[in-house]
């Protein structure tokens, strides 16, 4: 474990538009105080991941309302998690050959498209309704799988500043989604129809951080590089925009000279044999603790229910969108600390994670815990675990992993927290079950009063 630290003095960046501080200034300042790190870059990508997630989350925060109060809502978390899944399982061997520009494009129109067939379509008697409003989902979770597969490929042109302002979106969208929801369909009072038709534009952002905000300097020469092999030697490249980290450079540690000699994309066998390499080391530690982490917050949480007198809640239905505020709330620490603090040994937090889920389910059963706010710092701590091996897996990738392996890695491996949410799911449903009638057959009720 590392950490990063700079002097107050070296932290002072002149605010734009205050006496002899230009934009540019500004720019080149912060460049200078973050190793070379550009604020459109961290911007650009702090929004990636915001808006990508965000409308993942706001279907889960939406999914009673989706589907009614006789449908398990499981059904809503697996429709928003299969097809993610399927994507990042099949994608990475594929969509190298479709250029960004392309994919964003693509997936601004799918994810809008979802939310728009959710919102609109109306309620019918014979149920119809949640199987057209079930298809919107899927139509999102492509776009959201898609997205977090190539962004996190996009990052290692840009630095290790992107991945840690990709983390610190992702983290927040959990927060920003789930209170998003809350402030239109509660405080405004949006109808659910029109908190949705409104959700529907915030994939927009995405296009306007990619072709507005971020700088392109970086993945032009990316590309001009994956067409011609490079000869050492190249001062005329100009580098004004690329990271100051070797991200872009051959394994010369040469910027390199373009000759007219193309380079051939890896065939699939290649590519499985390059996604093999990544289970062990990268692959397993983040499925084992998302499927900890999911099995708490979709089996587990909806049972660790408390006496109300001893509690700060007046009713039942309090304790499990408080349990899930706080584990956002780490989750979004945990992935914005990667340019202060680097966990190497991924394994360690992702079995402290199984530590967490045995932990909560003998506290389930056998009601040893005595206090709530015992509960609380566990599923605090739970987000803190999930964000940290999450965020530390790529950055691990970025530093590790050879280059031209580089962009396939970070995306083949974003497949493991899909996949542990989709195992997590049957678990979960299986689990909340099986917790609740061990603990109606011992006389603790509460679960039943939801």
Not at 183 to 193: K, R, W
């Amino acid at each position: 474990m590392t950490t990063l630290s700079r002097s107050s003095s070296q932290m002072r960046l002149p605010m734009p538009g205050s006496a002899g501080a230009s934009w540019a200034a500004y720019r080149a300042r912060f460049k200078a105080v973050f190793n070379g790190a550009d604020p459109a870059v961290l911007v650009a990508f702090w929004l990636f991941g915001l808006i990508n997630n965000v409308i993942y989350v706001i279907i889960l925060s939406a999914a009673l309302d989706l589907v009614g109060p006789n449908i398990p809502k499981g059904v809503v978390l697996l429709a928003d998690v299969m097809p993610s899944f399927l994507t990042k399982l099949v994608a990475p061997y594929f969509i190298h050959r479709v250029p960004y520009s392309v994919r964003i494009l693509s997936f601004v129109l799918l994810s809008s498209s979802g939310m728009l067939l959710i919102a609109l379509t109306p309620p019918t008697a014979d149920g119809g309704s949640v199987t057209i409003k079930m298809i919107g989902v899927i139509i999102s979770s492509l776009s959201s799988g898609g997205g977090e597969l190539s962004f996190l490929g996009l990052t290692h042109y840009y630095g290790p500043f992107s991945l840690a302002a990709w983390g610190s979106g992702t983290g927040g969208a959990g927060l920003v989604g789930a209170g998003l929801y809350v402030l239109l369909t509660t405080t405004i009072g949006f109808t659910v129809q029109n908190s949705l038709l409104a959700s529907a534009f915030l994939p927009l952002i995405m296009a306007i951080s990619f072709f507005l905000i971020l700088p392109q300097g970086p993945l032009k020469f990316a590309r001009q590089k994956k067409e011609y092999r490079t000869v050492p030697g190249d001062e005329g490249a100009d580098d004004e925009d690329l990271p100051t980290e070797s991200l872009l450079r051959d394994t010369t540690g040469s910027t390199g000279l373009l000759d007219s000699t193309p380079v051939s994309a890896p065939t699939f066998r290649q590519n499985l044999r390059r996604a093999k390499s990544l289970f062990f080391p990268y692959m397993l530690p983040l499925l084992l603790v998302y499927i900890a982490e999911y099995s708490i917050n979709q089996g587990v949480a909806p049972t660790l229910l408390f006496p109300l007198p001893s509690t700060p809640f007046t009713d039942f239905r309090s304790f499990y969108p408080f349990y899930n505020f706080l584990y956002q709330i780490g989750v979004f620490i945990a992935r914005s600390s990667t340019p202060f603090i680097r966990i190497r040994a991924l394994y360690l937090p992702s079995m402290l994670q199984v530590v967490n889920l045995m932990v909560l389910i003998s506290h389930a059963m056998y009601n040893w815990i005595p206090s709530v706010y015992l509960v609380f710092m566990i599923i605090f701590w739970e987000g803190l675990l999930g964000g940290a091996v999450y965020v530390n897996t790529f950055a691990d990738i970025l530093e590790e992993v050879p280059e031209e392996d580089r962009e396939f890695s970070l995306g083949a491996t974003s497949v493991s927290d899909s996949g542990g949410i989709c195992i997590a799911g049957f678990i979960g449903m299986a689990l909340e079950v099986s917790l609740c009638n061990w603990q109606v057959n011992r006389g603790r009720t509460f679960c039943k009063q939801l």
